[in-house]
């Protein structure tokens, strides 16, 4: 059973998590995950909680293609502003901040509350990442991605895409590990630097992840590996992403981040009791 240390106390994964979305944007590419007012964003933490999320993602800097660049100021400014409003709303919540930069990492945790460090980077936009990490002593989120900011909507070519992200991983954990980051979570980066094929394929090997002793997190809510699939968009891609959900359970997902709380709570549920059932049925034939 994995357990990540926020301030001070033990935060099972015993079962699933669900850390909804909140995006500090004015273009992420999802539009309704979009929430700059304090309304908007009081409400945004309402209905995560009121769904049954536990965690929140807050971000300040879109990743989607063709994104605008936003400053370090800027991104902090969004960042500070969003966190202040979440943890007056929800204090007992989980919450982590998405960045690819030491700085505005270390500013979210020191000065405005952050949990977790979420970085899509990986330690490899801003060198300074890991060393802070392992300073603040938060636990991290290591995505895979290739490329800069600038790039990594361009897929490389893989040999094996499942492999490489595997090997990547395993790496840079090491390196993490080496420094003292004690709570580290796997994020295989789904939809960056990858083909529509190479994330099926990534999907498909996601069981061989337990083999690195990490917490596994699996963000695929509403990206293009569901709505380009089938031709549709992201307001459509909802039974697609829980779809992938339910596989991912299956597979030993130990967070679902997402856009769409209630969808992946009930995921959750269903996914527990089939798996206590299967079990009680075991129990009885033995």
Request: net charge negative; aromatic share 8%; with cysteine.
């Amino acid at each position: 059973m994995y357990t990540l240390n926020i301030r001070g106390k033990l935060f099972s994964l015993a079962r699933p998590q669900v850390m909804g979305i909140l995006n500090a944007t004015p273009d992420s590419f999802y539009a309704a995950s979009r929430v700059q007012t304090e309304e908007a964003i009081a409400r945004r933490t309402a209905q995560i909680r009121a769904e049954g999320g536990t965690m929140v993602d807050v971000g300040g800097y879109s990743t989607r293609p063709g994104a605008a660049e936003v400053t370090p100021d800027e991104e902090r400014a969004r960042l500070a502003f969003a966190l202040e409003v979440v943890r007056r709303e929800w204090p007992e919540a989980v919450v982590s901040v998405d960045t690819f930069r030491a700085d505005v990492a270390r500013a979210c945790v020191e000065d405005y509350g952050a949990d977790i460090v979420n970085d899509i980077g990986g330690g490899m936009f801003d060198p300074a990442m890991f060393s802070t990490v392992a300073a603040l002593r938060v636990p991290y989120i290591l995505m895979h991605i290739h490329g800069t900011p600038q790039t990594m909507h361009q897929p490389p070519r893989y040999d094996d895409c499942a492999v490489d992200v595997y090997r990547t991983l395993a790496e840079r954990m090491a390196e993490l590990r080496a420094l003292g980051v004690a709570d580290v979570i796997l994020d295989p980066g789904f939809g960056f630097s990858k083909t529509l094929d190479d994330n099926y394929r990534l999907f498909a090997g996601l069981t061989e992840f337990g083999r690195l002793d990490a917490p596994l997190l699996v963000g695929v809510s509403r990206k293009t590996m569901v709505w380009k699939l089938f031709g549709t968009s992201p307001d459509e891609a909802l039974n697609g992403t829980t779809v992938l959900h339910t596989l991912a359970l299956q597979a030993g997902a130990h967070i679902l981040r997402v856009h769409d709380v209630r969808a992946a709570v009930e995921a959750v549920e269903i996914v527990e009791k089939v798996q206590a059932a299967a079990n009680e049925n075991l129990e009885m034939r033995d």
